[in-house]
């Protein structure tokens, strides 16, 4: 069981702004950790103001960096994670860490179009081999048709659904995935 006179152990090794962080997070910590992180700010002479003045680590991520989590995925690296990166071998040799940056709708898509890239090679197999008799040119037809059909379901409706739910997680103030 958690004591106060353990949480004070601990909270003596932390830096300010992990008592900060504690102090503020009414919801994450109990209230006993709350208390206890108040209580040691109070100890090193932080001042109440300073306190209530503090900016949650959410607050304090870039404006920039919260832009980038609503950046489109190029049009080119579209029809790349379509025809090409869905395969798990090849996506080996290139497969850049959107979130690393905070590029939260770009991974998404990412995802989106190599999901629906090979979903849309074995459909286009089937219908090709089984209705258009092994003919590359109907091949070429259905795949392209099947990607523009993905592009502008997702222009006209998944990314608006991805951008909105991306924004109600930094709207609430959560830290977003990858930060």
């Known amino acids: 069981m958690v004591t106060k006179e353990s949480l004070n152990e601990q909270y003596v090794k932390m830096s300010t702004a992990d008592l900060l962080e504690i102090a503020k997070d009414k919801t994450g910590y109990t209230e006993l950790a709350n208390t206890v992180a ?6 090193r002479k932080v001042t109440t103001e300073e306190i209530d003045n503090y900016k949650p680590l959410m607050r304090r991520i870039s404006v920039l960096t919260m832009e980038n989590c609503l950046i489109d995925l190029e049009f080119p690296k579209k029809l790349l994670y379509f025809y090409i ?31 629906l890239g090979a979903i849309s090679i074995v459909a286009t197999i089937i219908i090709a081999n089984y ?23 997702d222009i006209y409706y998944n990314r608006q659904r991805q951008m909105r739910k991306i924004q109600k997680v930094i709207d609430s103030g959560e830290i977003p995935w990858g930060f």
């Open 38 to 43: 108040l209580e040691e700010l109070k100890r």
């Open 131 to 153: 209705i258009c008799y092994n003919s590359i040119i109907a091949f070429l037809v259905i795949w392209i048709v099947l990607f523009l059909f993905s592009y502008l379901f």
């Open 85 to 115: 990166l869905w395969f798990p071998i090849i996506r080996g040799f290139y497969s850049p860490n959107f979130m690393q940056n905070g590029y939260i709708l770009k991974q998404d898509q990412s995802n989106y179009y190599r999901i």
